[in-house]
T-cell receptor, first 113, second 115 residues
């Protein structure tokens, strides 16, 4: 069965600093991978997705993520964090076909001045 | 607004009452998903529906919860005889149902409070 692990529950970074949020998945074949962001009281917004091809994918708001099959990881990165990036970030995996999308437990990002 | 529409955004119910949450998928999408989010917890899958068909209901509680997606109209998540533990945010998402790369898009959520 597919699963996703986000090992960091909370992360605090200074504004302007770089950011990396970790995500590890469990699935036998090549998964479809996603990152979503959720602001308080809001729904989830898709940041980026990986299906195939180039393992470094670019998303909205200056985010990128890299798929590493050998490490079963899909970490989210941003070179310089802005205060407006404070939110909760969810990694998700889908095994393709008519399968549900499984989410990690999320990482809450706090940005300090 | 061509996005996923959920209503009501906020719903208060007394214990024992019924809650009905509605979801209209994004235009062109025929697949709907319901997820539940409890405070300090992640998103828990509940059910995956196609029009007039339940594809996967492995996350639905066995009692009191039901979901439908009729040929016409929105998808409905129904919770009968609500209890305090049902208080949560319920998110609907939709997709086009393409076999590969099933990208889902979320609505803004329905917050249920049971008093």
């Amino acid at each position: 069965a597919q699963s996703v692990t986000q090992p960091d529950i909370h992360i605090t970074v200074s504004e302007g600093a770089s950011l990396e949020l970790r995500c590890n998945y469990s699935y036998g074949a090549t998964p479809y991978l996603f990152w979503y962001v959720q602001s308080p009281g809001q729904g989830l917004q898709l940041l980026l997705k990986y299906f195939s091809g180039d393992t470094l994918v670019q998303g909205i708001k200056g985010f990128e993520a890299e798929f590493k099959r050998s490490q079963s990881s899909f970490n989210l990165r941003k070179p310089s964090v802005h205060w407006s990036d404070a939110a909760e970030y969810f990694c998700a995996v889908n095994s393709g076909g008519y399968q549900k999308v499984t989410f990690g437990t999320g990482t809450k990002l706090q940005v300090i001045p | 607004n061509a996005g996923v529409m959920q209503n009501p955004r906020h719903l208060v119910r007394r214990r024992g009452q019924e809650a009905r949450l509605r979801c209209s998928p994004m235009k062109g999408h025929s697949h709907v998903y319901w997820y539940r989010q409890l405070p300090e917890e992640g998103l828990k899958f509940m059910v995956y529906l196609q029009k007039e068909n339940i594809i996967d209901e492995s996350g639905m509680p066995k009692e009191r919860f039901s979901a439908e997606f009729p040929k016409e109209g929105p998808s409905i998540l129904r919770i009968q005889q609500v209890v305090r533990g049902d208080s949560a945010a319920y998110f609907c998402a939709s997709s086009s149902g393409q076999e590969n790369g099933n990208t889902i898009y979320f609505g803004e959520g329905s917050w249920l409070t049971v008093v």
